[in-house]
């Protein structure tokens, strides 16, 4: 079982992400709406996974994900991402993200992403 970071601005988002990797028996101990809270929370709850948006007011998804992964060089983060962002993707994988889900995605593709950032 692994404890697990949700960062989106959109309330209905985290919640598919929380219905995707709770059957999996991983436990959400945060949640986050900006970038800003995602930095603070990962300080405080130490997560095994941080799932990622990476459009958000405040900070970015990848702005966050460079703080958190030079607070913690192991930190396991998965982005989030709508179509069309594909640059921005190419900047995550650079900095050390482990994975990326487009939206919408099925729940098996977050679940395989999960694992693998996981194991």
Known sequence: MATILIVDDAKFMR???????????????????????AVELYKKLKPDLVTMDITMREKDGIQAAEEILVLDPKARIIMVTALGQENLLT???KIG???????????????????????
């Open 15 to 37: 919640t598919l992400v929380k219905d995707a990797l709770v059957p999996l028996g991983h436990e959400v101990i945060g949640e986050a709406e900006n970038g800003n809270q």
């Open 91 to 93: 900047r995550a994988i």
């Open 97 to 119: 993200v482990k994975d990326f889900v487009v939206k919408p995605f099925p729940p098996e593709r977050l679940q395989k992403a999960a694992e693998k950032a996981l194991a």
